[in-house]
């Protein structure tokens, strides 16, 4: 078979030529082929697909003078051979749609105002230490058509879609004798020493050669973190706590910091879930951002959110859309998300969204979902001890699984630790997913061998000069891949020796989150 590669693509549909055929009799060969990155192709999904047909319209053009029944009718077959039905006027009307909804969202929107939401915070069941922010889109009526709604969705949750930064901000203001200065700074948001937190250290440095007096410092922790716990090095240091707009503000006062003097804040956080909540009524988008906490349970993790219509009138639509952080991956929820209903989005490293539709809200109406969450590994060791006949210890082996920093995929780490003088070759084993690719080996020059085992899994073997005695050696692996690694304990093999020879034991697996401080580790 010739080999495929990607031509054309969206954020969800791409699509593959295959070279060396031949296409309705075009000047261009190739057999096209399209794919739906998230799998959610099915009846329902193609009755409002109008990104596929834009990207196939936009792929075809790229080949052919655009013409628009063409392809309409080359989708429909191509569905048709999927087994699915398919409508080719309705094709042929998203292919034409696009200015049409555009024009039509410029005007109907007329305004967006804030407004308050104090009194829904019980009522939703609010972190106290947060809140909820709410706007209200005034329409000139509400669209009829179907397409024009679910741009007019799609637009007002990308608008409102909240950022989660990398780093906080901060303003240090004092006295400089009878001068006052302000000073405005960014601290990084670094990862935490436990499972799923993260730490952010804020400093306070006199940087002068007599005292800064009358010192007021505010930290502004993003709703999306939610704050366990808050340490300071200077007993003397007075913390007020008070909610700003989209931000915890923490301030810190102190009479007085003498010369090249400095004062460590550490606040210690855990990400939260942010929802989008939209609310249809007749002229009228109501539109609110809360953010809820993940808490662990037993050896999940577990958030659960609540809804409750507010208003005296019936909801028309109701949409919600629940953004849960990268490092977490969703094991069931509560009701099950099944379209049209409920749909499952993944974005690599941006983590994953629910979409809730609801229709026909009645007044006070409650609406419950419920989250089992596993937390997606920084967090995952294995460690091996091997023996030998004699059951004298004379290696350590150590797996660990972390995702990247930016990107897709995630790094594994492979540590081996010498306890006696070894002579032999060290051959270490493991396994990944099969449609996992390996794309960078620290250091370079490591030996790595790659071996498709069958459909669903590869092995990757690690094969290196044993360390000196009571040293490390380590190679980091970085892979790429959408789905969750192999969790599975890996094998070690000396020279020629089997593992039944050499008496390797498997001493634990963890879940953890993890600091490079291989004699913890070990």
Avoid at 181 to 209: A, C, H, L, P
Avoid at 215 to 224: A, F, G, K, R, T
Avoid at 243 to 258: I, P, Q, V, Y
Avoid at 321 to 338: C, K, Q
Wanted: net charge negative; glycine share 4%; charged share 30%.
């Amino acid at each position: 078979m010739a080999e495929r590669k990607p031509v054309w693509g969206s954020s969800r549909y791409f699509i593959e030529i295959e070279p060396d055929t031949n296409l309705f009799s075009t000047a261009m060969s190739g057999l096209v082929s399209f794919y739906d990155t998230r799998d959610l192709i099915n009846e329902k999904e193609c009755i409002n697909l109008h990104e596929l047909v834009r990207t196939v319209y936009d792929f075809w053009a790229t080949i052919l003078a655009p013409h628009e029944t063409r392809v309409a009718r080359w989708i429909e077959e191509y569905f048709e051979n999927m087994g699915i039905r398919s409508d080719y006027s309705l094709l042929l009307r998203l292919i034409r749609s696009e200015e049409m909804i555009t024009q039509q969202l410029e005007e109907i929107i007329l305004e967006t105002l804030k407004i308050p939401t104090d009194h829904l915070s019980d009522l939703l069941g609010i972190d106290e230490n947060t809140v909820i922010i709410g706007r209200l889109i005034k329409l000139q009526q509400l669209p009829e058509d179907e397409l024009v709604i679910n741009e007019l969705v799609q637009r007002v949750l990308d608008g409102h879609q909240v950022v989660v930064p990398n780093r906080i901000k901060g303003v240090h203001q004092f006295n400089l004798g009878d001068e006052k200065k302000s000073v405005e700074i960014e601290k990084n948001i670094n990862v935490g020493d436990t499972i799923g937190s993260y730490s952010i250290i804020s400093t306070i440095i006199n940087r002068y050669d007599e005292p800064i007096k009358d010192i007021d410092v505010v930290d502004q922790i993003p709703y999306s973190y939610n704050v366990l716990m808050v340490e300071c090095d200077n007993k003397e240091a007075k913390k007020e706590q008070s909610k700003g707009e989209d931000s915890l503000l923490m301030r810190w006062k102190l009479s007085e910091l003498g010369p090249k003097e400095r004062v460590n804040i550490t606040y210690y956080v855990k990400r939260r879930i942010n929802r989008i909540i939209l609310e249809f009524t007749e002229n009228d988008i109501t539109v609110l951002k809360t953010f809820e906490n993940i808490n662990p349970s037993d050896l999940e993790y577990r958030a659960y959110t609540k809804y409750v219509n507010s208003h005296e009138d019936q909801i028309k639509e109701l949409y919600i859309a629940d953004t849960i952080p990268p490092e977490f991956n969703i094991l069931r929820t509560i009701p099950e998300a099944i379209a049209p209903q409920g749909i499952i989005e993944r974005a690599k490293m941006k983590g994953i969204t629910v979409r809730w539709k609801h229709t026909s809200v009645k007044p006070k109406e409650l609406i419950e979902k419920s989250y089992h969450l596993d937390y997606f590994p920084y967090l995952y060791r294995g460690k091996k001890l091997v023996k030998d006949k004699e059951n004298r210890d004379i290696m350590k082996c150590l797996k660990i699984l972390q995702p990247s920093t930016r990107g897709s995929g995630y790094k594994i780490v492979y540590v081996i630790r010498a306890l006696e003088h070894l002579e032999d070759m060290v051959s270490f084993s493991d396994r990944i997913p099969a449609n996992h690719v390996l794309v960078n080996t620290e250091p370079a020059e490591a030996q790595i061998m790659e071996e498709i085992r069958d459909e669903n899994q590869k092995s990757l073997t690690w094969v290196t000069n044993p360390p000196e005695r009571n040293q490390d050696i380590t190679v980091i692996l970085t892979v790429s891949g959408d789905t969750q690694p192999l969790f599975e304990i890996f094998s070690v093999q000396l020279g020629e020796k089997t593992e039944v020879e050499i008496l390797e034991k498997e001493t634990n697996v963890e879940r953890e989150l993890l600091a490079y401080n291989f004699d913890l580790l070990f």
